[in-house]
């Protein structure tokens, strides 16, 4: 079932890349990346998660990064703070309401160098049902190898950080000492190991 559901990901996120595009595009190894958030805690902590489901496209140029592409699809349902009675909670229509909104997604709309040969990836974000622009920013991607079994890879990391409550996430529970359960800035993180499309 979950090979069934990442390869209808997979499916929507190829036929995304423009057809101008000129660079081969990479599909995102799942296995070994990581889709990651974290968010404050009782205003002393901060609690930390992921997605174990997703599937994407990015379509590196790397002569004109412009000409660059990123098109991700993740599994609502698949969200993971290693506590299943929260993770239900968080599946719940008080915040991503899965049954209603099964996927998160990203598509880029500018690709920008910044310093140190990192990159600013300007995308729509899509949470809930709601789309809003967000900027990633991006570390340099690695140069490309070959892995034991002849696929060619390249990775990068990337950061951004969102306010929930853009998204319509905003259940919260007040504290009797003052503030708010959980923060309403959310940090995403993202670790991401690429494999050639041509070569799978």
């Known amino acids: 079932m979950r090979k069934n559901i990442t390869r209808a990901m997979l499916t929507v996120a190829i036929m995304a890349v423009p057809a101008w595009a000129t660079a081969t595009p990479w599909t995102i190894d799942s296995d070994h990346?990581?889709?990651?958030?974290?968010?404050?805690?009782?205003?002393?902590?901060h609690v930390r998660g992921n997605f174990?489901?997703?599937?994407?496209?990015?379509?590196?140029?790397?002569?004109?990064i412009a000409k660059s592409t990123v098109n991700v699809t993740i599994d609502a349902a698949s969200i993971n703070t290693n506590?299943?009675?929260?993770?239900?909670?968080?599946?719940?229509?008080?915040?991503?309401?899965?049954?209603?909104?099964?996927?998160?997604?990203?598509?880029?709309?500018?690709?920008?160098?910044a310093g140190k040969g990192g990159l600013k990836v300007t995308g729509d974000l899509t949470i809930h049902g709601i789309?809003?622009?967000?900027?990633?920013?991006?570390?340099?991607?690695?140069?490309?190898?070959?892995?034991?079994?002849?696929?060619?890879?390249r990775g990068t990391s990337a950061t951004a950080t969102i306010n929930r409550k853009d998204y319509g996430l905003v259940w919260n529970q007040a504290l009797e000492a003052g503030?708010?359960?959980?923060?309403?800035?959310?940090?995403?993180?993202?670790?991401?190991?690429?494999?050639?499309?041509?070569?799978q």
């Open 33 to 45: 990346s990581n889709v990651g958030f974290s968010v404050s805690h009782l205003m002393v902590s």
């Open 52 to 64: 174990n489901k997703y599937a994407g496209v990015v379509d590196i140029n790397d002569k004109e």
């Open 83 to 113: 506590v299943e009675k929260r993770d239900e909670h968080l599946r719940s229509a008080d915040f991503f309401d899965v049954t209603k909104y099964p996927t998160l997604t990203f598509v880029s709309k500018k690709w920008t160098k």
């Open 131 to 153: 789309t809003k622009t967000v900027v990633l920013n991006v570390a340099p991607f690695s140069k490309e190898i070959k892995d034991p079994w002849g696929n060619t890879r």
């Open 179 to 199: 503030g708010v359960a959980v923060g309403e800035e959310v940090t995403i993180s993202l670790d991401v190991e690429l494999v050639k499309s041509q070569q």
